[in-house]
């Protein structure tokens, strides 16, 4: 290919804007599919959440008049989603869907490639993309925010890299795992400082919603739901648990396999990877921790679920993307598994008993589980020393 992708223009846009329109031209399908249906459960749950907050209504109980199923994000989430609860249900929820991928395609150009490599990453998440959009999640902004939180500490502005880090971890656990990136700091105190300040602004700015005296005990209950919901969620048969510890259950067909023992292996594997101090030097090192983060809050969590993936496959993608060589026979396999069996394993694409069984086995999440051990493998025995990116995926200067 003699021209970038990039540099092509149809109708005077470039690939790599028609790739962004394509993102937002899902998320605008998905609105109006599930608007003018009335299918809007998830977004309901999310925006009710505001109302139920400000009312002094526990957020974490069972409200079937109003929808199924139960809010489990933390009290912090009830002041982002307040300026589009604020409006008609409708618009409101058209800049939900248009908000998550335009946070996703934000995170993704402040990566150090070029946009070429950009548009790539970005075609291969496109499925993901739109099974988290179809579901009206969270989780593409999720994925935005731990991306946000290496990118932001790589330039040098941690004011930012905290404020994505806390407000993200206040609202869905998950991206605590940007806490990581400290080690990656140029100036950790001031890495410190803004966390702090961060922390106590955050922590405490629901009150403007409930007043203080709810948002402790909002606090309180959101705990509680957590630990509920990491029990429940270990099942065989739901659409939950589709980890590594439940990838396992799920083989042996036994519910009574622990998490800990995963967890505790991740988190070695992990905190040895951040002990080869000498490696840190490698921006390659740097953005294989950065993907490592992004598979294992999936693999490792027992609430991963279908829509949940757009995380974990923005990781896969984005290791196998800056490669020297991205399309080896691994790569080409992983990819096309990527898309097949993560992306349209449990749609529609496949005939009820498959997706059945594909649900059964948590099949979802092979793919991303067998990245995930060679990024391990890599990040534990590699010399990234002498391994720097390819100049044909850089960003342009």
């Given at each position: 290919?003699?021209?970038?992708l990039s540099s092509k223009?149809f109708l005077n846009?470039?690939?790599?804007?028609?790739?962004c329109?394509l993102?937002?031209?899902?998320?605008?399908?998905c609105?109006?599919?599930?608007?003018?249906r009335?299918?809007?459960?998830?977004y309901?749950?999310?925006?009710?959440?505001?109302?139920?907050?400000?009312?002094h209504?526990?957020?974490?109980?069972y409200?079937?008049?109003?929808?199924?199923?139960?809010?489990?994000?933390?009290?912090a989430f009830?002041v982002f989603?307040a300026?589009l609860?604020?409006?008609?249900e409708g618009?409101g929820f058209?800049?939900?869907e248009?908000g998550?991928?335009a946070?996703?395609?934000?995170?993704?150009?402040t990566?150090?490639?070029?946009?070429r490599?950009k548009?790539?990453i970005l075609?291969?998440c496109?499925?993901e993309?739109a099974?988290s959009?179809h579901?009206?999640?969270?989780?593409p902004c999720i994925?935005?925010i731990i991306?946000?939180s290496?990118?932001?500490v790589?330039?040098?502005?941690e004011?930012?890299?905290t404020l994505?880090t806390v407000f993200?971890?206040?609202?869905k656990i998950y991206?605590?795992?940007?806490?990581?990136?400290?080690?990656?700091s140029?100036?950790?105190?001031?890495?410190?400082?803004?966390s702090?300040?961060?922390?106590?602004i955050?922590?405490?700015?629901?009150?403007?919603?409930?007043?203080?005296g709810?948002?402790?005990?909002?606090?309180r209950d959101?705990?509680?739901?957590l630990s509920?919901?990491?029990l429940?969620?270990q099942?065989?048969?739901?659409?939950?648990d589709?980890?590594?510890?439940?990838a396992?259950?799920r083989?042996?067909?036994d519910?009574s396999?622990?998490?800990?023992p995963?967890?505790l292996?991740g988190?070695?594997?992990f905190g040895?990877?951040?002990?080869?101090?000498?490696q840190?030097?490698?921006?390659?090192?740097q953005?294989?921790?950065?993907?490592?983060?992004?598979?294992?809050?999936v693999?490792?969590s027992t609430a991963?679920?279908h829509?949940?993936?757009i995380?974990?496959?923005?990781?896969?993608?984005?290791?196998i993307?800056?490669q020297?060589?991205p399309?080896?026979p691994?790569?080409?396999v992983?990819l096309?598994?990527l898309?097949v069996v993560?992306?349209?394993?449990p749609?529609?694409?496949?005939?009820k008993p498959?997706?059945i069984?594909?649900?059964?086995?948590?099949t979802k999440?092979?793919?991303?589980?067998i990245?995930?051990?060679?990024i391990?493998w890599e990040?534990?025995f590699k010399d990234f020393?002498?391994?720097?990116?390819?100049?044909?995926?850089?960003?342009?200067?």
């Amino acid at each position: 290919m003699s021209r970038q992708l990039s540099s092509k223009k149809f109708l005077n846009l470039t690939g790599y804007q028609w790739t962004c329109i394509l993102y937002i031209a899902v998320a605008v399908f998905c609105w109006q599919l599930k608007y003018f249906r009335h299918i809007d459960n998830n977004y309901i749950i999310f925006r009710t959440a505001f109302y139920h907050f400000k009312d002094h209504v526990n957020l974490y109980l069972y409200y079937p008049k109003e929808y199924y199923d139960v809010y489990i994000y933390g009290p912090a989430f009830t002041v982002f989603i307040a300026p589009l609860a604020l409006m008609p249900e409708g618009w409101g929820f058209f800049f939900w869907e248009v908000g998550n991928a335009a946070m996703f395609l934000w995170a993704v150009n402040t990566l150090p490639f070029s946009n070429r490599i950009k548009i790539l990453i970005l075609l291969f998440c496109a499925i993901e993309f739109a099974n988290s959009s179809h579901y009206m999640q969270f989780n593409p902004c999720i994925a935005a925010i731990i991306i946000l939180s290496f990118t932001m500490v790589r330039r040098g502005k941690e004011q930012y890299a905290t404020l994505f880090t806390v407000f993200g971890t206040l609202m869905k656990i998950y991206p605590i795992v940007g806490l990581a990136f400290f080690m990656f700091s140029k100036n950790k105190v001031k890495y410190i400082v803004w966390s702090v300040i961060w922390l106590v602004i955050l922590l405490c700015l629901p009150a403007i919603i409930s007043g203080p005296g709810f948002l402790v005990q909002t606090y309180r209950d959101w705990f509680t739901a957590l630990s509920s919901k990491n029990l429940t969620n270990q099942s065989l048969t739901t659409g939950f648990d589709w980890c590594l510890m439940g990838a396992v259950r799920r083989l042996f067909q036994d519910s009574s396999i622990p998490n800990w023992p995963f967890l505790l292996g991740g988190a070695a594997v992990f905190g040895t990877a951040l002990l080869r101090l000498k490696q840190y030097a490698s921006l390659k090192f740097q953005l294989q921790i950065m993907c490592s983060l992004l598979l294992m809050v999936v693999i490792f969590s027992t609430a991963s679920e279908h829509p949940t993936f757009i995380i974990a496959t923005a990781g896969a993608v984005i290791y196998i993307m800056m490669q020297q060589k991205p399309f080896t026979p691994f790569n080409i396999v992983m990819l096309v598994l990527l898309l097949v069996v993560t992306g349209l394993g449990p749609s529609d694409a496949f005939p009820k008993p498959a997706r059945i069984w594909m649900q059964n086995y948590a099949t979802k999440a092979y793919p991303c589980i067998i990245i995930w051990f060679k990024i391990a493998w890599e990040l534990l025995f590699k010399d990234f020393t002498g391994d720097k990116l390819p100049d044909r995926i850089l960003q342009e200067r």
